[in-house]
């Protein structure tokens, strides 16, 4: 891996992690990662033999990332899950945002506990082809803040990658927090010998999004990390007209609620528009979107998931947005991307079982 043991943040002419000369060459003065390089131990890194070990029955491993936060990377990593097992893969899914765990909640497991083996730590089940492992399951209070420096967080997801049986896995879907930091180089550096397949980066329309999920781009690209496409997420938001409230402005800039109103006149002289989906932009994208992005970068772009209520609702309540027929909008169009990204990989059940 190119620069693999040189930071994102780190100074010009910056010797490498691995150097003797790391953390004390004048090259270092003034460096944010100054003092955790001198410390460090140098040479190979003897956990890369065990991570290999404990990964080499994983066929298929996928980084999902994202330069912005609040883009709902968590959401598409959860669904992106439930959607795999549903077809028969056998898929883990591991949350290495080590401050921000939102994947027990998303996969209905907030309470849950990691139980120890003579294997392993032993991930924590939705179904009995879906296994997740997050830190969520190893805070005493949810609403504990985790204030950890680089190298713990480091050593936590070597932990993860060596220390978890996953048994014989299909895909192992990695929701990383955002940025391009210490998570995101670890867990390049840990997997990248051991067959990892790329990542698929989710923005949002609009360009405060889409400068960070650039930067995202070019961390993939110098590291020698595929970019399988770009999801643009929240991509307006659509939704059946019926689920909308209507409200009508008073002289006082209050509102009053005419929801039933509307509802009882359009049934009465309008009962077509009742099967009407309603569409409007949240986020500007006349500055062409991730689409736009992927065609000046040069990356596969996926397609787009609207800001569908209903996906958000699945979210909240742990659930998957296939299971039933409520996320009307947004499952057709997870399901889009989901078989064009196996699609273009060349993956099928019928590979898998093989042993592609």
Same mark, same amino acid.
């Given at each position: 891996?190119?620069?693999?043991?040189? %930071?994102?943040?780190?100074? &010009?002419?910056?010797?490498?992690?691995?150097s003797?000369?790391? $953390?004390?060459? !004048?090259?270092?003065?003034?460096?944010?990662?100054?003092?955790?390089?001198?410390?460090?131990?140098?040479?190979?890194d003897?956990?890369?033999?065990?991570?290999?070990?404990?990964?080499?029955?994983?066929?298929?491993?996928?980084?999902?990332?994202? *330069?912005k *936060?609040?883009? =709902?990377k968590?959401?598409?990593?959860?669904?992106?899950?439930?959607?795999?097992?549903?077809l028969?893969?056998?898929?883990?899914?591991l949350?290495?945002?080590?401050?921000?765990?939102?994947?027990?909640?998303?996969?209905?497991?907030e309470?849950?506990?990691?139980?120890?083996s003579?294997?392993?730590?032993?991930? +924590?089940y939705?179904?009995?082809?879906? =296994?997740?492992?997050?830190?969520g399951?190893?805070?005493?209070?949810?609403d504990?803040?985790?204030?950890?420096?680089?190298?713990? /967080?480091?050593?936590?997801?070597? #932990?993860?990658? /060596?220390?978890?049986?996953?048994?014989e896995?299909d895909?192992?879907?990695?929701?990383?927090?955002?940025?391009? @930091? &210490?998570?995101?180089?670890?867990?390049?550096?840990?997997?990248?010998?051991?067959?990892?397949?790329?990542?698929?980066i989710?923005?949002?329309?609009?360009?405060?999004?889409?400068? !960070?999920?650039?930067?995202?781009? @070019?961390?993939?690209?110098?590291?020698?990390?595929?970019?399988?496409?770009? +999801?643009?997420?929240?991509s307006?938001?659509?939704?059946?007209?019926?689920?909308?409230r209507?409200?009508?402005?008073?002289?006082?800039?209050?509102?009053? &609620?005419?929801? #039933?109103?509307?509802?009882?006149?359009?049934?009465?002289?309008?009962?077509?528009?009742?099967n009407?989906?309603?569409?409007?932009?949240?986020?500007?994208?006349s $500055?062409?979107? $991730?689409?736009?992005?992927?065609?000046?970068m040069? +990356?596969?772009?996926?397609?787009?998931?609207?800001?569908? %209520?209903?996906?958000?609702?699945?979210?909240?309540?742990?659930?998957?947005?296939? @299971?039933? #027929?409520?996320?009307?909008?947004?499952?057709?169009a997870?399901?889009?991307?989901?078989? /064009?990204?196996?699609?273009? #990989?060349?993956?099928s059940?019928?590979?898998?079982?093989?042993?592609?």
């Amino acid at each position: 891996m190119e620069n693999s043991d040189v %930071p994102e943040n780190a100074n &010009d002419h910056c010797p490498g992690t691995q150097s003797e000369a790391a $953390g004390k060459a !004048d090259a270092c003065q003034g460096c944010p990662n100054q003092e955790a390089c001198a410390t460090a131990p140098k040479g190979p890194d003897p956990d890369l033999v065990a991570i290999a070990e404990r990964m080499a029955t994983v066929k298929h491993k996928i980084l999902v990332l994202s *330069g912005k *936060g609040g883009v =709902g990377k968590s959401t598409f990593s959860a669904q992106l899950s439930f959607a795999l097992a549903s077809l028969d893969f056998q898929v883990g899914l591991l949350d290495i945002d080590i401050c921000g765990p939102s994947i027990p909640k998303m996969l209905g497991l907030e309470g849950q506990e990691i139980h120890q083996s003579n294997l392993g730590w032993s991930p +924590v089940y939705v179904e009995s082809n879906l =296994g997740v492992m997050s830190i969520g399951f190893m805070l005493p209070n949810p609403d504990e803040a985790v204030i950890w420096r680089g190298p713990r /967080k480091n050593g936590l997801i070597k #932990q993860f990658l /060596k220390d978890v049986y996953w048994g014989e896995l299909d895909f192992l879907i990695v929701d990383a927090p955002p940025g391009t @930091s &210490d998570e995101h180089i670890s867990i390049v550096q840990c997997l990248q010998a051991t067959g990892l397949d790329g990542a698929i980066i989710v923005t949002t329309p609009q360009q405060v999004s889409l400068i !960070d999920v650039r930067k995202e781009v @070019s961390f993939c690209k110098k590291v020698g990390l595929p970019v399988l496409g770009v +999801v643009e997420n929240m991509s307006g938001l659509h939704q059946p007209l019926t689920d909308f409230r209507f409200m009508k402005l008073s002289g006082d800039s209050g509102q009053t &609620d005419i929801t #039933q109103w509307v509802m009882g006149y359009m049934k009465e002289k309008a009962p077509e528009l009742l099967n009407l989906i309603a569409y409007t932009e949240v986020f500007d994208s006349s $500055g062409g979107g $991730g689409a736009r992005m992927c065609m000046e970068m040069g +990356v596969p772009f996926l397609g787009k998931v609207p800001l569908d %209520p209903q996906l958000c609702k699945a979210a909240e309540e742990g659930r998957s947005c296939f @299971s039933d #027929q409520r996320c009307t909008v947004s499952a057709p169009a997870l399901k889009s991307i989901i078989e /064009k990204l196996l699609e273009s #990989q060349g993956i099928s059940r019928m590979a898998l079982d093989d042993g592609a």
